[in-house]
């Protein structure tokens, strides 16, 4: 008997092995994922807080969004990344049922979704900077407010893109079976963060500097 | 007969946890109640209250969405016990440990931030 096999499954009479079932009952890629998650969400409450400490100390801070389109767009986006939640549950489900198909079929319903939240976002962008606005000026008041704006939802952008190219990927190779459904589930925990954060960052960023 | 709190309810010893056994319409329901969330975070922003209040109601509604989606979208819930509470309690220590600033944040909106001046011009015109 190796060490190895000691280690995990005991020696016969001097009881269970050093290494019995993994702390919490939760596999290694998925604490990995929650690891990930915890720094994650400390890195966007870092870049918020930032933000909420500009904002609060600056006497000048514009509030451009109007209603039409600004506020509107934010809706839609929500509603888009709420709903690519729910389709990427539903995809994980149907992955530990193992109904294949129906599980790679959510995932790209969920992929999809990303797209059209990012394209969105990217408009969204367009038309600011076509109404001025800069990493460090803009027509409305603090200069800041520019470099805070495109940090806080450039980064979350960037998550959702990373999250698209992931579930693509991990997608199609679930569906040739190089993946099981526990990759599809660590990659929903991950995409169900993208969602979370942007719960926090709507009111942030957007809510709190309508145009009334 | 005790009950085990560390262990959720559908996990046997051996077994992974979330089961993923429980009904489809729970998650419908919870999503309709985030989305209803969602759209009374709208209805606050143009809400008559002043900017502190708001955000304090915004920041409140922020975080039962979190919640909603951390518990039962990523099924935190069904978790053990253990996970779900050393998760909690170190995200929660880290997120609140960050808010030193605030108290600075208070005190240069009298003295005024760095670069927050209205003028787009140099100051150094002749």
């Known amino acids: 008997m190796s060490q190895a096999d000691i280690a995990m499954h005991g020696a016969g009479q001097h009881g269970p092995g050093v290494m019995a079932e993994p702390a919490f009952s939760v596999p290694s890629k998925k604490m990995a994922m929650w690891l990930f998650i915890i720094a994650d969400s400390a890195t966007f409450a870092a870049c918020l807080v930032a933000y909420g400490f500009l904002r609060n100390a600056t006497p000048n801070w514009p509030t451009p969004f109007a209603f039409s389109p600004s506020i509107i767009n934010a809706m839609v986006m929500t509603f888009i990344l709420i709903t690519s939640s729910l389709f990427m549950l539903l995809g994980v489900r149907a992955a530990k049922a193992f109904d294949k198909t129906a599980a790679f079929r959510w995932t790209m319903l969920t992929a999809l979704m990303g797209l059209a939240f990012a394209g969105l976002h990217l408009r969204e962008w367009m038309g600011m900077i076509d109404e001025g606005v800069r990493m460090f000026s803009n027509p409305w008041g603090s200069s800041l407010f520019g470099a805070s704006f495109f940090a806080v939802t450039g980064l979350h952008l960037s998550h959702v893109v990373g999250g698209v190219v992931a579930l693509i990927v991990v997608g199609i190779r679930y569906k040739g079976g190089r993946y099981n459904a526990d990759d599809l589930e660590v990659l929903g925990l991950y995409w169900h963060f993208v969602d979370l954060v942007w719960m926090f960052v709507v009111p942030s960023i957007y809510l709190l500097n309508v145009k009334k | ?126």
């Open chain 2, 1 to 126: 007969m005790m009950v085990d709190i560390t262990k959720a309810p559908d996990v046997k010893p051996g077994e992974p946890a979330v089961q993923y056994r429980d009904s489809l319409g729970k998650y419908i329901v919870v999503y309709i109640v985030i989305l209803m969330i969602a759209a009374s975070q709208f209805a606050v922003a143009y809400s008559s209250a002043d900017v502190t209040a708001m955000f304090g109601r915004m920041l409140f509604l922020a975080l039962a969405e979190a919640g909603l989606a951390l518990l039962f979208f990523m099924h935190l819930w069904a978790e053990k016990r253990t996970f779900f509470v050393s998760i909690a309690v170190f995200t929660l220590f880290v997120l609140g440990a960050m808010q030193y600033g605030w108290t600075d944040a208070f005190r240069t909106l009298v003295g005024h931030a760095p670069y927050s001046t209205t003028e787009t011009q140099p100051t150094n015109q002749q």
